[in-house]
Nanobody, 121 residues
Framework: VQLQASGGGLAQAGGSLRLSCAASGRTFDRLVMGWFRQAPGKDRELVAAINWISGSAYYVDSVKGRFAISRDNIKNTVALQMDSLKSEDTAVYYC???????????????WGQGTLVTVSS
């Protein structure tokens, strides 16, 4: 499985950004896909995840109502639409996939490269 992330950049607080992750490989190897982020001096955390088959989604509490994860089964892409951005959303965002059918992605099998999101207040 290869994951190629794109998007990110600079946004003002209250603004929007969209991240996209192009995935290759078997669906079995990427049953759940998600976005993690790591802010300076903090641990990496799961932001949102989606089950490739069912489309069911998981969000960390801090982004509920602001972020939306989606997948395109034809294009094999996963997107993270980020609205109402806050300065605390500033981080490097990573696309990830897991073979394990768990919404919280306790085991990540593949990582994409990080993409920086900076939110100015």
């Amino acid at each position: 499985v290869q994951l190629q992330a794109s998007g990110g950049g600079l946004a003002q607080a209250g603004g929007s950004l969209r991240l996209s992750c192009a995935a290759s490989g078997r669906t079995f190897d990427r049953l759940v896909m998600g976005w993690f982020r790591q802010a300076p001096g903090k641990d990496r955390e799961l932001v949102a995840a989606i089950n490739w088959i069912s489309g069911s989604a998981y969000y960390v509490d801090s982004v509920k109502g602001r972020f939306a994860i989606s997948r395109d089964n034809i294009k094999n892409t996963v997107a993270l639409q980020m609205d109402s951005l806050k300065s605390e959303d500033t981080a490097v965002y990573y696309c990830a996939s897991s073979r394990r059918n768990s919404a919280t992605m306790p085991e990540v099998d593949y990582w994409g490269q990080g993409t920086l999101v900076t939110v100015s207040s």
